[in-house]
């Protein structure tokens, strides 16, 4: 049997997750942050794209304000009244100083406790090549973190009132192909698949299936294998990095 996963801390109060795309964080992490909603908490979204690149039908400048509006409704879902864009192109993200001091600079904003970000990794634990994007942005949010604190790393973001932030306890990887902790999504399940199916230009471009059947049974079984090595609750992992 799998190692089992431990509990997720509870100890904060602010999250910020950063994502590369629109969508990112319904395919799983919302479920946790409606429940972390349920307990009080203030998340917030920070997106290095508008995800105007996904979807092949659609010219980048039809895509970018469609899957901006389906991201605003699908947060709203599971509580997030604050979603942020940065503008950097979809499919190309450089991971670098530049990419590093846009989310520092957004740490810095939300003073967050935990950061959330996507799977860093280059696969998602078989043969499944992961994207550059989505590996641009979870190793840049990993540095970030440590940047935001750092008054000399990106010091003219001081200059525009964005003073460190240090205050950064963890960084919680979600869709990590080596997950150490796991949120009880009980609750909060029904909630995930709203959010997940507020993307419907994108997954009507995903799949022919029936778009409600295709979120629920994506959102379900996730938390049910994921649930099986959390006490056979229902649950998303995360690859926990403390500070």
């Given at each position: ?20 795309h629109p969508d990112d964080l319904e395919y799983g992490a919302a479920a946790a942050v409606a429940a972390w909603g349920d307990e009080g908490k203030e998340v917030s979204y920070l997106l290095v794209t508008r995800g105007e690149a996904g979807i092949d039908s659609l010219e980048p400048v039809e895509a970018a304000p469609l899957r901006e509006q389906e991201q605003r409704a699908g947060a709203a879902v599971v509580g997030v009244t604050t979603v942020e864009f940065l503008d ?156």
């Open positions: 049997m799998s190692e089992q996963l431990q509990a997720m801390p509870t100890d904060w109060q602010r999250a910020l997750a950063i994502v590369a950097h192109r979809d499919g190309v993200i450089e991971y670098g100083p530049a990419l590093r001091r846009d989310l520092a600079g957004a740490i810095r904003r939300h003073r967050p406790e935990l950061v959330v970000t996507m799977n860093h990794h280059d696969t998602w634990g078989d043969t499944t090549w992961n994207t550059s994007d989505h590996r641009a942005v979870g190793r840049a949010a990993l540095d970030a973190a440590a940047d935001a604190g750092n008054r000399w790393i990106f010091p003219e973001l001081a200059d525009d009132g964005l003073l460190p932030w240090d205050g950064v306890r963890w960084v919680a990887v979600a869709a990590s192909p080596l997950p150490t902790h796991a949120v009880d999504v009980t609750g909060a399940l029904d909630r995930a698949v709203r959010s997940l199916l507020e993307h419907r230009t994108y997954i009507a471009a995903l799949t022919d299936e029936d778009p409600e059947s295709y979120c629920r049974a994506f959102a379900e079984q996730a938390a049910v294998e994921a649930g099986a090595r959390f006490g056979g609750r229902p649950a998303v992992t995360f690859e926990l990095f403390p500070r």
